[in-house]
T-cell receptor, first 114, second 115 residues
Framework: AQSVTQPDIHITVSEGASLELRCNYS??????LFWYVQSPGQGLQLLLK??????LVQGIKGFEAEFKRSQSSFNLRKPSVHWSDAAEYFC????????????FGDGTTLTVKP | EAGVTQSPTHLIKTRGQQATLRCSPI?????VYWYQQALGLGLQFLLW???????NRGNFPPRFSGRQFPNYSSELNVNALELEDSALYLC??????????????FGPGTRLTVL
């Protein structure tokens, strides 16, 4: 069965600092990979996704993620964090078969210090 | 364009009762997904409907069920409520053209509290 691990439960960074959120997955083949953000009391918003092709993916709000097949990772990065980026971030995988069954990581809560 | 909408926003029930949650997908989307986000358990896939049919379900007991209507809106029913069913229930929709690997667009959720 597929699984997703987000090793960092909570990360604190200063405003303006760079950010990297880690995501590792376990799956027999390369799945479809997603990063979502959830603000308190809100649903999830898609930041970016990887299906195939260029392994560096650009998303909204200045986020990017890099797929590394050899490490089964899909880490999310942002060069300069803004206070409004404080939220919970979820990595998700969907198998590249017709299952429609997303598996989400447990999430990483980002706190931004002024 | 309106996003995914869910109703009600909050729902309070007592143990043993039934809860019905509703979801309206983005116009033109045929797939609807349901997730449970319970404290300490993360986001877990519940059900996937496409074109009126249940396509897949997660590891939940049969008292979690639902349906999709001809207009592609969906209902999630939870029977015989238990305390541990208290959670945020998220609905998502997608165009449904790629068999479940589409990008999913999420609604704001329904907060179910079981007393």
């Amino acid at each position: 069965a597929q699984s997703v691990t987000q090793p960092d439960i909570h990360i604190t960074v200063s405003e303006g600092a760079s950010l990297e959120l880690r995501c590792n997955y376990s799956y027999g083949a390369t799945p479809y990979l997603f990063w979502y953000v959830q603000s308190p009391g809100q649903g999830l918003q898609l930041l970016l996704k990887y299906f195939s092709g260029d392994t560096l993916v650009q998303g909204i709000k200045g986020f990017e993620a890099e797929f590394k097949r050899s490490q089964s990772s899909f880490n999310l990065r942002k060069p300069s964090v803004h206070w409004s980026d404080a939220a919970e971030y979820f990595c998700a995988v969907v198998p590249n078969t017709n299952a429609g069954k997303s598996t989400f990581g447990d999430g990483t809560t980002l706190t931004v210090k002024p | 364009e309106a996003g995914v909408t869910q109703s009600p926003t909050h729902l309070i029930k007592t143990r043993g009762q039934q809860a019905t949650l509703r979801c309206s997908p983005i116009s033109g989307h045929t797939s609807v997904y349901w997730y449970q986000q319970a404290l300490g358990l993360g986001l877990q896939f519940l059900l996937w409907y496409d074109e009126g049919e249940e396509r897949n379900r997660g590891n939940f007991p049969p008292r979690f069920s639902g349906r999709q209507f001809p207009n592609y809106s969906s209902e999630l029913n939870v029977n015989a409520l238990e305390l541990e069913d208290s959670a945020l229930y998220l609905c998502a929709s997608s165009p449904g053209r790629t068999g479940g690997t589409d990008t999913q667009y999420f609604g704001p959720g329904t907060r179910l509290t079981v007393l």
